[in-house]
């Protein structure tokens, strides 16, 4: 244990002695020093802060400082009723504050305590119960500010991480110090309860068990209760002008201490200082002291030019020319300037000045907000965290256009109308007015109309839907489809690091040895790039783990992958009835794909003779538009050999079409051919 963790121990115990044990008057005295001491130093240190956070150990100090303080209390107490004497600090304190007159040294005490009760605790007391419920409320406001900077961009992961574990801490800080600011008050009663016992029953003592007269008496113990309640209220007092500034301490943007602040606050209008040094001049030619007025008015009237003097050769040194001159050159000579360039946004979104009241919440604008429940939403869907969309304007877009890059790449770009809906369905073939246009998601035709026109609309069937939803919807669809893009090897490792925490053996047994994290990033991409979730980590490395020993090729793992994921991916397909409706491959078109496959030692490919590659996939085309105005996923169903090929032929031509093979079904599922692929 360091002796500095001892030291603390050591101190919870003497509190205990103090109550039990009688102390000497010469280990009082070192003990009341102490006391005063550590609360002069706790009041130095609240004077020093920047924030209340810095001094965040201050309500279980409160706590222990209280309790001391009791004990002393206690322990003096015990001495001077029973011995009429509680050591050198004691009386020392109290012959000086009454000196001859013992009423009027009395009465001083008592204004000392009511200062200390009435004000400083009560007030302290206060503004601890308001700081709290104040934090408290905020909390909600502080964490979607932290939000929105983060999906703003300007803030990283890490720093949102960090502000928001401040906006906790603030919390807990302020609710304890509402809790301990109760123990100041209660050791003020108790102090005052102390002298009136220590005075009344050492009236009683004195005159009953020593033999004192009644003077004699007052003059004793007079004098040691004030003496007393000197050495216990200083301190008090101290404590509680502590807690009060720290409770009311607001950080300055400057970083400084409650001295700077309150020096350059306070003189930061050098005239107002000339009209104060007028006053007091005048106040001269009244009986007052005309030497003593003058004086200080010519000290404030000196002070008042320094200080216009300084902040002139401030105001030449900061200005904005200068420094922006100074800083480009810094910045100019810097080698980050041109390494800061290569960095790139994995997701950017930018939107013409039109746009800007989607984004800006004092107009109204929710994108932020929706780009937060984006995230949480593939995140759940995919299994993948998206990484942070950068968002903000762009004045070489059209007002009303916005588009979306992946790694600095466009990949989605359209036009929106703010002050209209977007109105679709499959027929437009009646009489609603508005402008065409699609549905930038997924290609329907649709209408920009007027809000006078949206009643009219929803009951002639359209689907109608605000601007914000249109938008967010296309981000989402367009992320999804991009998600493959988005999970790097970083990404990959941070899955893998979260997965460990519950399943260490399970990541041991695939990672390093025999996959690495490439590796396993290719499979996991391969899944996100149809659509399939990776969610499911423990069962995708279970899979990993038994079939990695067999072979390396990352295809063919991630087929293992998706048959071990059966159950998911029939989910994701099949109808409320547990029916799907699919397009099956005949055996003919099957054996010649299989026979097309070439085997190498780098992995396998389809190389099929290009007329029989062209007539395969027109088939497939004239099959997927017969079912297309039926469905609305169109599923091709082949066996497990070919699964992979065939999908690798159709990305080329039929993106959208689904692959699966009979393994990825689950036997519940009652399959339903809608079409025939064969050729003659």
């Known amino acids: 244990m360091k002796a500095r963790d001892l030291s603390v121990l050591l101190a919870v115990i003497l509190i205990i002695i103090m109550l039990v044990i009688p102390l000497p008057g010469w280990l ?33 100090l409160l706590l222990l400082l209280t309790l001391f303080r009791l004990g002393l209390n206690v322990s003096t107490t015990r001495s001077i009723l029973s011995k009429a004497d509680a050591g050198g600090v004691v009386d020392t304190f109290g012959s000086f504050v009454i000196g001859d007159n013992p009423l009027v040294g009395f009465v001083v005490f008592i204004i000392l305590v009511i200062i200390q009760f009435l004000v400083i605790t009560k007030g302290a007391e206060r503004v601890s119960e308001v700081a709290a419920r104040f934090t408290l409320d905020a909390m909600p406001g502080k964490q979607m500010s932290i939000d929105a900077d983060l999906n703003a961009g300007l803030i990283s992961e890490q720093q949102a991480k960090e502000r ?20 100041v008050k209660g050791d003020a009663i108790a102090g005052i309860i102390i002298v009136l016992i220590n005075i009344i029953f050492g009236l009683i003592i004195g005159m009953v068990q020593m033999d004192l007269t009644f003077t004699e008496a007052i003059n004793t113990f007079m004098r040691l209760t004030v003496g007393d309640g000197l050495v216990s209220q200083i301190p008090a007092l101290l404590i509680s002008t502590a807690t009060g500034i720290v409770v009311t ?3 300055t943007s400057e970083g400084g201490n409650l001295g700077s602040d309150v020096t350059d ?38 002070s008042a030019y320094l200080l216009m003097r300084q902040q002139t050769e401030e105001a030449v040194t900061s200005d904005p020319e200068v420094v922006e001159e100074e800083a480009e050159a810094s910045a100019m000579k810097s080698p980050e300037n041109v390494v800061n360039l290569l960095n790139l946004d994995p997701i950017e979104f930018e939107f013409g000045y039109a746009l800007i009241p989607l984004v800006d919440a004092k107009q109204g604008g929710d994108l932020l907000d929706r780009v937060v429940m984006i995230r949480r939403q593939l ?36 036009e929106l109308l703010l002050d209209h809906y977007l109105a679709m369905t499959p027929d437009l073939d009646d009489d609603i007015e508005g402008i065409e246009t699609r549905e930038p998601a997924f290609g329907l035709p649709a209408k920009w109309i007027s809000e006078e026109n ?39 490792k941070q899955l893998i690091d979260h997965l460990q925490e519950n399943y260490p053996i399970l990541v041991e047994e695939v990672t390093p040895e025999p996959l690495a994290v490439g ?36 295809e063919l793992l991630g087929e293992y992958v998706r048959q071990a994921l059966s159950s998911q991916i029939t989910e994701q397909y099949v109808k409320q009835d547990m029916s799907l409706n699919v397009i099956t491959v005949t055996g003919k078109v099957e054996k010649l794909i299989a026979e097309g496959i070439q085997q190498t030692e780098h992995g396998n490919y389809l190389s099929l003779d290009p ?61 339903q051919s809608v079409g025939v692929v064969n050729v003659a």
């Open 454 to 492: 949206k009643d009219s609309a929803e009951l002639s069937g359209y689907t109608v839907v605000d601007p914000p939803s249109v938008i967010s919807t296309h981000i989402t669809e367009v992320i999804k489809q991009h998600a493959h893009e988005l999970l790097g090897r970083q990404e990959t």
């Open 28 to 60: 009082l005295s070192i003990l009341i020093l102490c006391n005063i001491s550590i609360a002069l130093i706790v009041i130095l240190v609240s004077m020093n802060t920047q924030e209340s956070l810095q001094f965040s150990i201050f309500p279980s």
């Open 164 to 183: 928001r574990e401040k906006v906790e801490k603030e919390a807990d800080f302020h609710g304890s110090m509402d809790g301990a600011s109760k123990f």
């Open 265 to 302: 606050q306070l003189l930061q209008y050098p005239k107002l200082l000339f009209i104060a040094a007028g006053t007091i001049f005048l106040l001269g030619l009244t009986p007052i002291n005309f030497f003593l007025t003058t004086s200080i008015a010519l000290l404030l009237a000196l």
């Open 611 to 671: 007329n029989v590659q062209q007539e395969i996939v027109k088939i497939i085309h004239q099959e997927v538009e017969k079912v297309s105005l039926q469905e609305e996923v169109i599923v091709l169903l082949c066996s497990p050999a070919i699964r992979m090929y065939l999908k690798q032929l159709l990305d080329r031509f039929l993106p959208q079409v689904v692959v699966l093979s009979y393994n990825e079904l689950e036997p519940s599922v009652q399959v």
């Open 379 to 414: 995140a759940v869907e995919l299994g993948v965290v998206i990484p942070v969309v950068r968002i903000r304007d762009n004045i070489q877009l059209n007002p009303n256009e916005y588009r979306l890059k992946i790694k600095g790449i466009e990949v989605a770009k359209d």
């Open 249 to 251: 301490r607001i950080s």
């Open 519 to 554: 590796e396993i990033q290719k499979v996991l991409s391969k899944l996100l790039r149809e659509n399939v979730s990776i969610r499911n980590l423990p069962v995708i490395f279970e899979t990993l783990a038994d079939f990695s020993k067999l072979t390396n090729d990352t």
